[in-house]
Each structure stands twice: as structure tokens, then as C-alpha cells.
């Protein structure tokens, strides 16, 4: 029988339980044996609830038990987790987070200690939530050299952008709407400036490149300026407004940028709409897959995190390579790269062609007052040395190429 602590009995580990409840029996034959929750780490006691006799509150509890060879970390943050997921390696026990802030800081450093200790620090669902991204890089695609990774991986911010496009409506109205309906958090902060998106496109760039990308080297923008208007426009111009993550090789590193774009109707990320979260991969063998699915919510993610712990339980006392380096990966400067950009301002279009020369204007004729117009192809550091010199910007937006 295999035994297992969940620490955090929040929406996840919650989840947790219930698919290894649920699918006890599958999940069973898959590991060849049993598996039992024998404790849950929780700062409450949850009386009256069928788990309250599994309850603990001391981490150290579980890390000196010897019955435990697998523990699930599901409380979120930093700290404690770290210190919690770090004594549960160092006392001999493997390890499975859905925890992406978590893994984009100390991920290396966990990954090392596993090894140290012949054991397994695993993290499928820190990215994507159900969309089995990370095994598929580790495992399916060690074949290639992965040279783009582009996605949509926030569902709260493609949910409120899907809404934006599909009823017309405002970004606060929406926002109000999604919190209304569970799929925004009360502080939506992390999810509509990017910074969640910002976590997951460094751990991906981490595990391609098998060094680490520190998180606050990525130039990451958020959703909070996108409004009606720019709907309207892209609506014109036949084009969809994704927040995208996205990794490019240049060289021996990456250019890593987290940023609302114009997205074409062939864009394979084009039609992923509400909730919903994909992964686009290109490598230089496999060519372009794409990983598609439930990025979020309670059962997904547990998924995920469960089928972590079938991996850990087939793997007892032996230590699974995963090459990710702490040596600090220098990744790109963004503003080398070259694109074109959608750009609305109250300047006048003899202005407009002065400083951007040929452009293509776009006419809203909801929109006055105004004029938009797609630059011609330039990199990013020319861009903002026009725009200073225009003056009157009220939007830039990137605009996909491809
Ligand atoms: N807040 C995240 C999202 C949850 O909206 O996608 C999964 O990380």
C-alpha cells in the first residue's frame, strides 16, 4: 500500500482526494498496488468532515513518518511551502506541486535535492492545470530542441477576453462578471497583469533551455488596458486579442515576453476561447503540436497532480533525470525583436506617416476622434523610439505575424 500526505486542503488538494477517491481503483491497477491518503496538513480542522481523523497541522509529522513515500504540496506561495516541500526531499520522500510560483523560484533547487536524495520532485500541474504540458516536454519531446513555445496560459484572462469579443462589453464589467462566477479571485491581480502567466511561461523556458529563468526577467504586460475599442478594431482588422506567453530561440537563448496580441484567424491559438487554456510547441524535428484543455479548477488540476503520484509511486527509489541547471539562463532583450505593431492615437495621420512612413490604417467608424493603424515590420526598440516621437499614443498592441 502505497501512503500519501496532501498538504493543503484548499481547492486543489480538495480535488486530490476526491480523483483518488473517485478513481481508486484504476489508478490502483496503473500503480500496481494500493494507494491510501494517510494524512491531510491543513491549518484547520474540518469538523464534521470524513478527513478530520487525517488531519494534521505539523509538517513534521508527515516528513518523520517512514510509512509516507509521497507527498502532494497543494497549498500555493512560496513560504511555507518551500520549507514544507524541501524537509519532505531531505527526509527521503517524493514530491508532487501544483504550486507554479513554488517551482518558478526554488524549482531547480527542489529538482537537485530529489536527486541528492534519490527521490522525485514533480510539477505537471504547476503549468496549464489538467493540460499534460510539462511530462510532454520531459519525457515526449527530449528528441528535439525546442525553439518556440507560445500560449494562452491564464483561463481567467481568456475568459474575460472571450466575453470582451463575444458581448461588446468594458474590461470592469467583465472582470465583475468572472468574480461573480468563480473564475476570477476576489484579488484578480496576479491573473489580469500577467504575473501568473509570466510563472508558467518561465518555468516552460526553464525546462527547454535546462537552466533557470528568473520570472522578473520577463517583460510581461497584463490585460487591464485592453477595452472596447481595441475589440472593435480587431474585430475589424479579423483578428482576436489573446494574452499569450511566449518563448522564441534566438541564438543560444530565449526572448521571453508576456503580452496581449492580435492574433490571426489561422493562428492555431486563434479559437481557443473562455476557460479554456493550449500550448503551442514548435521543435526543430517534431515540427508544431499543440496541448489543448482544461488550464484550471479544482478537478483538472488535481488531475494532473494525481497522475503525478502514480508516476512517483512507479517510481520508488529511483531518481527520474530532469535537467534544469540553477545557472541563471540571460534571456533575450525583447525589444531586439522585430514585429509589427497596432497602434490607436489622436495624432494626425500626415504625423502618423512622418515618423512610421508607409503604415495601414484601420477605420472604426463606431471610433472618432481617433485613427489606428499596423505599423510595417520593425523591431520593438524602433517602435517605442517612434511612439515617444509621435506623441498621443492611446494603444499599442502586438500583431502576430504568423
Ligand atoms: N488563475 C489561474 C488561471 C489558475 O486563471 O488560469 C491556474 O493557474
Given at each position: ?7 493543503g ?11 483518488i477517491e ?8 496503473k ?24 488531519v494534521?497541522h ?36 517524493s ?11 526554488h524549482?531547480s ?15 505537471e500541474?504547476?503549468?496549464g492545470?489538467?493540460?499534460p504540458?510539462i ?9 528535439d ?13 481568456n ?26 479571485e476576489k484579488?484578480?491581480?496576479?491573473d ?10 518561465a518555468i ?26 481595441d ?7 479579423g ?8 518563448s ?40 508544431d ?29 529511483r ?16 525589444r ?9 492615437t ?39 523610439h517612434?511612439a515617444e ?6 494603444q499599442?498592441?502586438?500583431?502576430h505575424?504568423?
Open positions: 500500500m502505497i501512503k500519501i500526505a496532501v498538504m486542503y484548499g481547492t486543489i488538494g480538495s480535488g486530490v482526494v476526491k480523483v473517485t478513481n481508486q481503483e484504476s489508478i490502483c491497477k500503480i500496481g498496488e494500493g494507494i491510501e491518503v494517510k494524512y491531510i496538513l491543513d491549518v484547520r480542522d474540518f469538523e464534521g468532515d470524513p478527513i478530520q481523523k487525517k494534521v505539523d509538517y513534521q509529522v508527515i516528513a518523520q513518518d517512514p510509512e509516507i513515500a509521497i507527498v502532494v504540496e497543494t497549498m500555493g506561495g512560496v513560504e511555507p511551502a518551500y520549507t514544507f516541500v524541501k524537509a519532505m526531499l531531505l527526509a527521503g520522500k514530491v508532487t506541486t501544483s504550486n507554479k510560483a513554488l517551482v518558478a523560484v524549482g533547487d527542489l529538482v537537485a535535492t530529489a536527486k541528492d536524495k534519490n527521490v522525485n520532485f514533480m510539477f500541474a504547476s503549468v492545470g489538467g493540460i504540458i511530462r510532454a516536454l520531459n519525457s515526449c519531446l527530449t528528441a530542441q525546442i525553439e518556440e513555445i507560445s500560449g494562452i496560459m491564464n483561463g481567467t484572462t475568459y474575460m477576453l472571450t466575453k470582451m469579443t463575444q458581448d461588446g462589453s468594458g474590461f470592469e464589467e467583465v472582470l465583475k462578471e468572472a468574480q461573480e462566477k468563480g473564475y476570477a484579488d484578480p491581480t496576479a489580469i497583469e500577467g504575473y501568473d502567466a509570466c510563472r508558467k511561461i516552460l523556458t526553464s525546462l527547454i533551455a535546462a537552466q533557470q529563468v528568473d520570472f522578473e526577467d520577463v517583460h510581461t504586460e497584463g490585460i487591464t488596458r485592453i477595452s472596447a475599442t475589440i472593435l478594431y480587431a474585430k475589424k482588422m483578428r482576436m486579442i489573446k494574452l499569450l506567453a511566449t522564441r530561440q534566438v541564438g543560444d537563448t530565449y526572448t521571453v515576453i508576456v503580452a496581449p496580441f492580435l492574433l490571426p484567424k489561422e493562428h492555431p491559438l486563434y479559437n481557443v476561447n473562455g476557460v479554456f487554456n493550449a500550448i503551442f510547441v514548435r521543435g526543430n524535428m517534431l515540427g503540436a499543440m496541448f489543448y484543455g482544461s488550464g484550471a479548477g479544482s478537478l483538472p488540476t488535481a488531475s494532473a497532480v494525481v497522475a503525478d503520484v502514480v508516476e512517483l509511486a512507479k517510481h520508488i527509489g531518481h527520474i533525470e530532469l535537467a534544469w541547471s540553477p545557472q541563471k539562463l540571460h534571456i533575450a532583450d525583447y531586439q525583436q522585430a514585429g509589427r505593431f497596432f497602434v490607436r489622436s495624432a494626425q495621420r500626415a504625423e502618423v506617416e512622418n515618423i512610421f512612413g508607409e503604415v495601414e490604417y484601420v477605420d472604426v467608424t463606431e471610433v472618432a476622434g481617433e485613427i489606428g493603424f499596423i505599423t510595417s515590420e520593425m523591431k520593438e526598440s524602433d517602435y517605442e517612434k516621437q509621435l506623441g498621443n499614443i492611446l499599442m498592441i502586438r500583431f505575424s504568423e
